[in-house]
Protein backbone atom coordinates (compact mmCIF):
# COMPACT_ATOMS: atom_id res chain seq x y z
CA UNK A 1 0.00 0.00 0.00
CA UNK A 2 2.01 2.73 -1.03
CA UNK A 3 -0.22 5.78 -0.54
CA UNK A 4 0.49 4.83 3.48
CA UNK A 5 3.77 6.46 2.45
CA UNK A 6 2.80 9.32 0.25
CA UNK A 7 3.72 12.57 1.22
CA UNK A 8 0.13 13.72 2.17
CA UNK A 9 -1.35 11.05 3.85
CA UNK A 10 -0.71 13.22 6.90
CA UNK A 11 -3.39 15.69 6.23
CA UNK A 12 -6.36 12.66 6.61
CA UNK A 13 -4.29 11.28 9.59
CA UNK A 14 -4.66 14.65 11.27
CA UNK A 15 -8.07 15.38 10.44
CA UNK A 16 -9.17 11.56 12.00
CA UNK A 17 -7.23 12.15 14.88
CA UNK A 18 -9.24 15.34 15.62
CA UNK A 19 -12.63 13.41 15.52
CA UNK A 20 -11.59 10.98 17.20
CA UNK A 21 -10.12 13.31 20.18
CA UNK A 22 -13.61 15.36 19.92
CA UNK A 23 -15.37 11.94 20.46
CA UNK A 24 -13.12 11.17 23.40
CA UNK A 25 -13.45 14.77 25.00
CA UNK A 26 -17.32 14.24 24.69
CA UNK A 27 -17.10 11.01 26.72
CA UNK A 28 -14.69 12.29 29.08
CA UNK A 29 -17.34 15.53 29.62
CA UNK A 30 -19.73 13.09 30.48
CA UNK A 31 -17.97 11.19 32.91
CA UNK A 32 -16.19 14.20 34.86
CA UNK A 33 -19.20 15.16 36.54
CA UNK A 34 -19.93 12.19 38.14
CA UNK A 35 -15.93 10.63 38.34
CA UNK A 36 -13.94 13.85 39.34
CA UNK A 37 -11.10 15.41 37.43
CA UNK A 38 -8.74 12.93 37.62
CA UNK A 39 -10.06 9.97 37.67
CA UNK A 40 -12.16 11.05 34.75
CA UNK A 41 -8.08 12.06 33.52
CA UNK A 42 -6.59 8.28 33.83
CA UNK A 43 -9.80 6.79 31.82
CA UNK A 44 -8.30 8.02 28.98
CA UNK A 45 -4.87 6.02 29.53
CA UNK A 46 -6.09 3.06 31.48
CA UNK A 47 -8.89 1.95 29.14
CA UNK A 48 -7.01 3.58 25.55
CA UNK A 49 -3.66 1.04 27.00
CA UNK A 50 -5.83 -2.08 25.65
CA UNK A 51 -6.49 -0.50 22.23
CA UNK A 52 -2.82 0.62 21.79
CA UNK A 53 -1.46 -2.88 22.72
CA UNK A 54 -3.71 -4.32 20.00
CA UNK A 55 -3.08 -1.84 17.39
CA UNK A 56 1.08 -2.76 18.37
CA UNK A 57 0.59 -6.53 18.04
CA UNK A 58 -1.41 -6.74 14.73
CA UNK A 59 1.52 -3.94 13.04
CA UNK A 60 4.01 -6.43 14.06
CA UNK A 61 1.54 -9.82 13.66
CA UNK A 62 -0.17 -9.21 10.08
CA UNK A 63 2.61 -8.43 7.87
CA UNK A 64 4.64 -11.19 6.19
CA UNK A 65 8.03 -9.25 7.05
CA UNK A 66 7.89 -8.47 10.22
CA UNK A 67 9.05 -4.84 11.56
CA UNK A 68 12.33 -4.96 13.36
CA UNK A 69 12.25 -4.10 17.22
CA UNK A 70 13.48 -0.36 17.42
CA UNK A 71 16.47 0.46 19.61
CA UNK A 72 15.02 2.59 22.44
CA UNK A 73 17.46 4.96 23.18
CA UNK A 74 17.64 7.01 26.97
CA UNK A 75 16.79 10.46 24.50
CA UNK A 76 13.51 8.62 23.47
CA UNK A 77 12.70 7.53 26.39
CA UNK A 78 13.56 11.14 28.44
CA UNK A 79 11.13 12.90 25.73
CA UNK A 80 8.42 10.55 26.22
CA UNK A 81 8.04 10.56 29.26
CA UNK A 82 8.25 14.50 29.29
CA UNK A 83 5.60 14.47 26.71
CA UNK A 84 2.91 12.12 28.95
CA UNK A 85 3.85 14.34 32.28
CA UNK A 86 2.38 17.50 30.12
CA UNK A 87 -0.20 15.24 28.66
CA UNK A 88 -1.68 14.82 31.99
CA UNK A 89 -2.03 18.03 33.27
CA UNK A 90 -3.48 19.09 29.17
CA UNK A 91 -6.41 16.57 29.69
CA UNK A 92 -7.02 17.57 33.30
CA UNK A 93 -6.77 21.11 32.78
CA UNK A 94 -9.39 20.70 29.65
CA UNK A 95 -11.83 18.73 31.65
CA UNK A 96 -11.34 21.59 34.64
CA UNK A 97 -12.37 24.09 31.40
CA UNK A 98 -15.36 22.25 30.05
CA UNK A 99 -16.55 22.07 33.96
CA UNK A 100 -16.44 25.90 33.86
CA UNK A 101 -18.12 26.99 31.09
CA UNK A 102 -18.93 25.84 27.56
CA UNK A 103 -17.53 23.08 25.84
CA UNK A 104 -17.09 24.97 22.35
CA UNK A 105 -15.35 27.29 24.19
CA UNK A 106 -12.58 25.75 26.34
CA UNK A 107 -11.68 23.23 23.11
CA UNK A 108 -11.06 26.64 21.59
CA UNK A 109 -9.05 28.18 24.11
CA UNK A 110 -7.25 24.74 24.46
CA UNK A 111 -6.26 25.35 20.75
CA UNK A 112 -4.20 28.12 21.94
CA UNK A 113 -1.43 26.03 22.01
CA UNK A 114 -0.81 25.84 18.32
CA UNK A 115 1.19 29.50 18.75
CA UNK A 116 2.70 28.46 22.03
CA UNK A 117 4.01 25.30 20.18
CA UNK A 118 5.39 27.07 17.14
CA UNK A 119 7.83 29.02 19.98
CA UNK A 120 8.79 25.51 21.18
CA UNK A 121 9.60 23.67 18.19
CA UNK A 122 11.50 26.58 16.67
CA UNK A 123 13.56 26.92 19.45
CA UNK A 124 13.94 23.33 20.90
CA UNK A 125 13.67 21.36 17.20
CA UNK A 126 15.08 23.98 15.25
CA UNK A 127 11.13 23.28 13.09
CA UNK A 128 11.00 26.96 11.86
CA UNK A 129 7.52 26.66 10.70
CA UNK A 130 7.22 27.92 6.86
CA UNK A 131 5.48 31.02 5.94
CA UNK A 132 1.65 29.87 4.96
CA UNK A 133 1.82 27.69 8.00
CA UNK A 134 2.64 30.74 10.19
CA UNK A 135 0.20 33.06 8.28
CA UNK A 136 -2.74 29.72 8.69
CA UNK A 137 -1.67 29.77 12.69
CA UNK A 138 -2.27 33.65 12.87
CA UNK A 139 -5.84 33.38 11.21
CA UNK A 140 -7.03 30.56 13.20
CA UNK A 141 -6.12 32.16 15.93
CA UNK A 142 -8.40 35.39 15.61
CA UNK A 143 -10.84 32.83 14.50
CA UNK A 144 -10.13 31.21 18.10
CA UNK A 145 -10.61 34.63 19.52
CA UNK A 146 -13.94 36.01 18.29
CA UNK A 147 -15.41 32.12 19.11
CA UNK A 148 -14.61 32.59 22.39
CA UNK A 149 -15.81 36.53 22.53
CA UNK A 150 -18.42 36.19 25.63
CA UNK A 151 -21.77 37.24 24.82
CA UNK A 152 -23.26 40.55 26.65
CA UNK A 153 -25.06 38.97 28.96
CA UNK A 154 -22.27 36.63 30.04
CA UNK A 155 -20.12 39.42 31.59
CA UNK A 156 -21.69 39.55 34.36
CA UNK A 157 -21.52 38.52 37.98
CA UNK A 158 -21.00 34.47 38.15
CA UNK A 159 -21.41 34.31 34.08
CA UNK A 160 -18.01 36.52 34.29
CA UNK A 161 -16.18 34.49 36.89
CA UNK A 162 -17.09 30.89 34.81
CA UNK A 163 -15.57 32.29 31.72
CA UNK A 164 -12.69 33.53 33.49
CA UNK A 165 -12.15 29.85 34.88
CA UNK A 166 -12.82 28.52 31.35
CA UNK A 167 -10.41 30.80 29.74
CA UNK A 168 -7.59 30.42 32.11
CA UNK A 169 -7.97 26.76 32.33
CA UNK A 170 -8.17 26.43 28.24
CA UNK A 171 -4.70 28.49 27.96
CA UNK A 172 -3.37 26.47 30.77
CA UNK A 173 -4.38 23.10 28.99
CA UNK A 174 -2.96 24.63 25.63
CA UNK A 175 0.20 25.53 26.77
CA UNK A 176 0.62 21.46 28.19
CA UNK A 177 -0.88 20.27 24.87
CA UNK A 178 2.53 22.46 23.16
CA UNK A 179 4.61 20.65 25.62
CA UNK A 180 3.13 17.49 25.34
CA UNK A 181 3.36 17.29 21.41
CA UNK A 182 6.80 18.88 22.03
CA UNK A 183 8.34 16.11 23.52
CA UNK A 184 6.17 13.17 21.40
CA UNK A 185 7.77 14.84 17.97
CA UNK A 186 11.64 15.01 19.68
CA UNK A 187 10.45 11.41 20.44
CA UNK A 188 9.53 10.42 16.59
CA UNK A 189 12.60 12.34 15.50
CA UNK A 190 15.00 10.18 17.84
CA UNK A 191 13.30 6.33 17.05
CA UNK A 192 14.99 6.22 13.83
CA UNK A 193 14.64 2.64 10.91
CA UNK A 194 11.01 2.43 11.35
CA UNK A 195 7.74 3.51 9.79
CA UNK A 196 5.66 5.84 11.67
CA UNK A 197 2.83 3.76 12.29
CA UNK A 198 5.68 1.63 14.80
CA UNK A 199 6.59 4.54 15.67
CA UNK A 200 3.48 5.88 16.60
CA UNK A 201 2.31 2.15 18.38
CA UNK A 202 5.29 2.45 20.48
CA UNK A 203 5.17 5.56 21.73
CA UNK A 204 1.56 5.71 22.67
CA UNK A 205 2.27 2.17 24.49
CA UNK A 206 5.30 3.87 26.51
CA UNK A 207 3.36 6.66 27.37
CA UNK A 208 -0.08 5.10 28.22
CA UNK A 209 1.46 2.12 29.87
CA UNK A 210 3.73 5.29 32.45
CA UNK A 211 0.29 6.92 32.69
CA UNK A 212 -1.73 4.35 33.46
CA UNK A 213 0.65 3.05 36.16
CA UNK A 214 1.45 6.32 37.64
CA UNK A 215 -2.21 7.69 38.27
CA UNK A 216 -3.35 4.62 38.81
CA UNK A 217 -1.25 4.54 42.01
CA UNK A 218 -1.70 8.31 42.81
CA UNK A 219 -5.45 7.74 42.84
CA UNK A 220 -5.15 4.42 44.92
CA UNK A 221 -3.52 6.73 47.80
CA UNK A 222 -5.20 9.69 47.51
CA UNK A 223 -8.98 9.07 46.03
CA UNK A 224 -9.80 5.11 46.04
CA UNK A 225 -13.37 5.96 45.75
CA UNK A 226 -12.63 7.88 42.44
CA UNK A 227 -10.35 5.06 41.73
CA UNK A 228 -13.07 2.63 41.83
CA UNK A 229 -15.88 4.93 40.05
CA UNK A 230 -13.15 4.26 37.26
CA UNK A 231 -14.12 0.40 36.76
CA UNK A 232 -18.00 1.22 37.63
CA UNK A 233 -18.18 3.50 34.68
CA UNK A 234 -16.63 1.08 32.79
CA UNK A 235 -18.68 1.43 29.10
CA UNK A 236 -18.43 5.43 29.14
CA UNK A 237 -14.70 4.50 30.25
CA UNK A 238 -14.00 2.60 27.26
CA UNK A 239 -15.45 4.31 24.61
CA UNK A 240 -13.40 7.46 25.93
CA UNK A 241 -10.65 5.28 26.26
CA UNK A 242 -10.28 3.77 22.91
CA UNK A 243 -11.18 7.11 21.12
CA UNK A 244 -8.16 8.92 23.01
CA UNK A 245 -5.66 5.29 22.03
CA UNK A 246 -6.75 6.12 18.64
CA UNK A 247 -6.41 9.82 18.41
CA UNK A 248 -2.94 9.65 20.02
CA UNK A 249 -1.84 6.88 17.71
CA UNK A 250 -2.97 8.89 14.79
CA UNK A 251 -1.24 12.04 16.55
CA UNK A 252 1.71 10.24 16.73
CA UNK A 253 2.14 8.68 13.42
CA UNK A 254 1.54 12.45 12.18
CA UNK A 255 4.33 13.45 13.89
CA UNK A 256 6.57 11.08 12.83
CA UNK A 257 5.21 12.45 9.24
CA UNK A 258 5.84 16.32 9.54
CA UNK A 259 6.74 19.02 11.78
CA UNK A 260 4.84 19.79 15.27
CA UNK A 261 3.95 22.70 14.13
CA UNK A 262 1.86 21.76 10.86
CA UNK A 263 0.35 18.88 12.55
CA UNK A 264 -1.22 20.71 15.48
CA UNK A 265 -2.41 24.13 13.57
CA UNK A 266 -4.11 21.50 11.15
CA UNK A 267 -5.36 19.87 14.05
CA UNK A 268 -7.96 23.10 14.73
CA UNK A 269 -10.46 21.40 12.61
CA UNK A 270 -11.17 20.11 15.94
CA UNK A 271 -12.73 23.45 16.43
CA UNK A 272 -15.26 22.94 14.03
CA UNK A 273 -15.92 19.18 15.01
CA UNK A 274 -16.27 20.64 18.65
CA UNK A 275 -18.92 22.85 17.79
CA UNK A 276 -20.73 20.46 16.03
CA UNK A 277 -20.72 18.74 18.94
CA UNK A 278 -21.89 21.92 20.69
CA UNK A 279 -24.69 22.96 18.39
CA UNK A 280 -25.92 19.24 17.60
CA UNK A 281 -24.96 17.18 20.95
CA UNK A 282 -25.53 19.34 23.90
CA UNK A 283 -27.69 22.44 22.10
CA UNK A 284 -25.56 25.43 22.57
CA UNK A 285 -26.36 28.20 20.40
CA UNK A 286 -24.09 29.70 17.73
CA UNK A 287 -23.37 33.62 17.67
CA UNK A 288 -22.55 35.92 14.73
CA UNK A 289 -18.88 36.75 15.98
CA UNK A 290 -18.71 32.41 16.56
CA UNK A 291 -20.01 31.55 13.17
CA UNK A 292 -17.18 34.06 12.00
CA UNK A 293 -14.31 32.73 13.97
CA UNK A 294 -15.33 28.97 12.59
CA UNK A 295 -15.06 30.05 8.62
CA UNK A 296 -11.94 31.78 9.96
CA UNK A 297 -10.62 28.72 11.44
CA UNK A 298 -11.62 27.17 8.51
CA UNK A 299 -10.11 28.97 5.93
CA UNK A 300 -6.81 28.34 7.47
CA UNK A 301 -6.95 24.64 7.97
CA UNK A 302 -7.53 24.92 4.19
CA UNK A 303 -4.33 27.56 4.11
CA UNK A 304 -2.75 24.33 5.90
CA UNK A 305 -3.35 21.44 3.90
CA UNK A 306 -2.53 23.73 0.35
CA UNK A 307 0.82 22.46 -0.93
CA UNK A 308 2.65 26.17 -1.39
Not at 50 to 61: D, E, K, N, R
Not at 89 to 96: D, I, K, M, Q, R
Request: net charge positive; proline share 4%; hydrophobic share 60%.
Amino acid sequence: MDWLSASWIWIPVVVMAAAAQTIRNTAQRALSGGLGTWPATLVRFLYGLPVALLCLGLLYWVPETSPVVPHFSGVYVGWIVFGAVFQVGATAALLLAMQAGNFAVSITFSKTEVLQLMLFSSVVLAEVPVMHHMVAAVVATLGVVLLAWPAPNKLAGTGRQALTRASLYGLVCGACFALATLGFRAAAVNLEGVSPWISAAWGVVFAQSLQSVVMSAWLAWHDRAGLMACFRSWRVSMLAGAMGAMASLLWFSAYAMQTAAAVRALGMVEVLFGYLVSRKLLHERLRLPEKWGIALVAGAIVLIGLPL
